[in-house]
């Protein structure tokens, strides 16, 4: 019912920012929430970050605290994650997920809908 697409990744430098974004193409909840997760080569998907709709509430993995945020547009779509002071072990595929609950989800299994993924690498 929901398809979601992130975009933005690519090959940066460490030290350099990128920005991500997150869009779903319907959106009919009356609640909704938006989490980022990666997966590092050799690993399994872990959580980044999620943006609650109402009161713009989120919450970022310890890992990222500090160098990522999470925020919407005035209209709530997209949702970025800007990454900032990026590191090799920052190299993942990063994934945007949603769900129709306004609670800052951080396990894979509270999102329903998921993208395809968007690859970020950062080189030395």
């Known amino acids: 019912q929901v398809r979601v697409v992130e975009s933005g990744g690519g090959l940066v430098q460490a030290g350099g920012s990128l920005r991500l974004s997150c869009v779903a193409s319907?959106?009919?909840?009356?609640?909704?929430?938006v989490g980022w997760f990666r997966q590092r080569p050799g690993k399994e998907r872990e959580f980044v970050a999620a943006?609650?709709?109402?009161?713009?509430?989120?919450r970022l993995a310890d890992s990222v605290k500090g160098r990522f945020s999470i925020s919407r547009d005035s209209a709530g779509i997209p949702v970025y994650l800007q990454m900032s002071s990026l590191k090799p072990e920052d190299t993942a595929v990063y994934y945007c997920?949603?769900?129709?609950?306004?609670?800052?989800?951080?396990?894979?299994?509270?999102?329903?809908?998921w993208g395809q993924g968007t690859r970020v690498t950062v080189s030395s």
């Open positions: 997920a949603a769900t129709d609950k306004s609670y800052l989800y951080t396990s894979t299994y509270d999102y329903d809908y």
């Open positions: 319907s959106r009919t909840f009356s609640s909704y929430a």
């Open positions: 943006i609650t709709w109402s009161g713009g509430n989120s």
